[in-house]
């Protein structure tokens, strides 16, 4: 019974540390995912600018607006906002930047 009990106790233990350490990365990256956008969102609404993520590669219109839907679809179901009030100013401020990106380079602040 003695090496049964060892052999137990050491499974338990290394599920318990498994679960612990993958849980922790999981939020890591959830964390890392979630603060990117919010970042990003801020950086576009204050610059009317692509993000610097966004550059890699040659300018294309088209993945642009792809990756700004995709934040603007972000924002409409994200419960992580402060209330409606501010959900409604980050996808009003996303799109009047999108509307204005169809018109000019992103990368234009000028505008």
Do not use: K
Not at 30 to 54: C, D, F, K, N, Q
Not at 74 to 101: K, N
């Amino acid at each position: 019974m003695g090496p049964f009990l060892i052999l137990l106790v050491t499974v338990v233990a290394f599920m318990v540390v498994a679960t612990f350490a993958l849980t922790r990365y999981a939020e890591a990256i959830t964390r890392r995912l979630v603060g990117r956008r919010h970042r990003e969102a801020s950086y576009i609404m204050e610059t009317g600018r692509v993000p610097e993520r966004w550059r890699r590669g040659p300018w294309h219109r088209r993945r642009h607006q792809r990756l700004l839907r995709d934040l603007v679809a972000y924002f409409e179901q994200t419960p992580l906002v402060d209330g409606p009030e501010t959900r409604q100013q980050i996808l009003d401020g996303l799109r009047r930047t999108g509307q204005a990106w169809t018109v000019r380079s992103p990368d234009d602040p000028a505008g």
